[in-house]
Nanobody, 127 residues
Framework: QVQLVESGGGSVQAGGSMRLSCAAS????????MGWFRQAPGKEREGVAT????????FYADSVKGRFTISQDNAKNTLYLQMNSLKPEDTAMYYC????????????????????WGQGTQVTVSS
């Protein structure tokens, strides 16, 4: 089972940027399908972005499209989420997740077969 550790969260003002990282250990990221999710207080967890195993294809929630970019560096076994033009509604705990298998295309945001989750990193955007 791959182990995932997120980092890079913190507090930022609206309009600012932040980059989250998800370091994977135990298995290489090029043998997993990966994605980013978030959960705000009192709300259900929602999918933010997913990526194909090779990193060529990505999929985003409408709420972040054009502002967030998911990427991965298989040499470093690390998944990233670059977040620009942040809004207060982006405030949430952000999690990365991994599912065994090779994804030629990104998993849909509603896919619930992820077997590994990180502990999360808090992102707070103030207005």
């Amino acid at each position: 089972q791959v182990q995932l550790v997120e980092s890079g969260g913190g507090s930022v003002q609206a309009g600012g940027s932040m980059r989250l990282s998800c370091a994977a250990s135990g298995y290489p990221t090029n043998s997993y399908c990966m994605g980013w999710f978030r959960q705000a207080p009192g709300k259900e967890r929602e999918g933010v972005a997913t990526i194909s195993t090779g990193g060529s294809w990505t999929f985003y929630a409408d709420s972040v499209k054009g502002r967030f970019t998911i990427s991965q560096d298989n040499a470093k076994n690390t998944l990233y989420l670059q977040m620009n033009s942040l809004k207060p509604e982006d405030t949430a705990m952000y999690y990365c997740a991994a599912a065994r298998g090779y994804c030629f295309t990104p998993k849909p945001l509603g896919f619930n077969g992820y077997s590994s989750w990180g502990q999360g990193t808090q992102v707070t955007v103030s207005s």
